[in-house]
Nanobody, 123 residues
Framework: QLQLVESGGGLVQPGGSLRLSCVGS????????IGWFRQAPGKEREGVSC????????NYADSVKGRFTISRDNAKNTVYLQMNSLKPEDTAVYYC????????????????WGQGTQVSVSS
């Protein structure tokens, strides 16, 4: 059974940091690009960052460039999203997704999705 499971969300003060993890199972994780998306209340889901299957390419939304870093460890079937200098506007449910044939920050590129983890940035 194919699964993507996110973890690492929580409540953090502005300026703080969190590291999200996305663990995949039931498929050949190292063959897939992985993306992180987020959806804030009342807003559409947006692409945050993505990483190619081998980890050699990464991409970021302008809103998180310089603050977020994506990485992966295919031996552990895990992709990480290190989030620093968090802002209240980063508050959202964060999802990871896997793309077998495409790469990018568009939702339609992705085949499989996790259930999400809540990130809340507030003082």
């Amino acid at each position: 059974q194919l699964q993507l499971v996110e973890s690492g969300g929580g409540l953090v003060q502005p300026g703080g940091s969190l590291r999200l993890s996305c663990v995949g199972s039931g498929f050949t994780f190292g063959y897939y690009a992985i993306g992180w998306f987020r959806q804030a209340p009342g807003k559409e889901r947006e692409g945050v960052s993505c990483i190619s299957s081998g980890g050699g390419r990464t991409n970021y939304a302008d809103s998180v460039k310089g603050r977020f870093t994506i990485s992966r460890d295919n031996a552990k079937n895990t992709v990480y999203l290190q989030m620093n200098s968090l802002k209240p506007e980063d508050t959202a449910v964060y999802y990871c997704a896997a793309a077998g044939h495409r790469y990018g920050l568009a939702e339609y590129d992705y085949d499989y999705w996790g259930q999400g983890t809540q990130v809340s940035v507030s003082s």
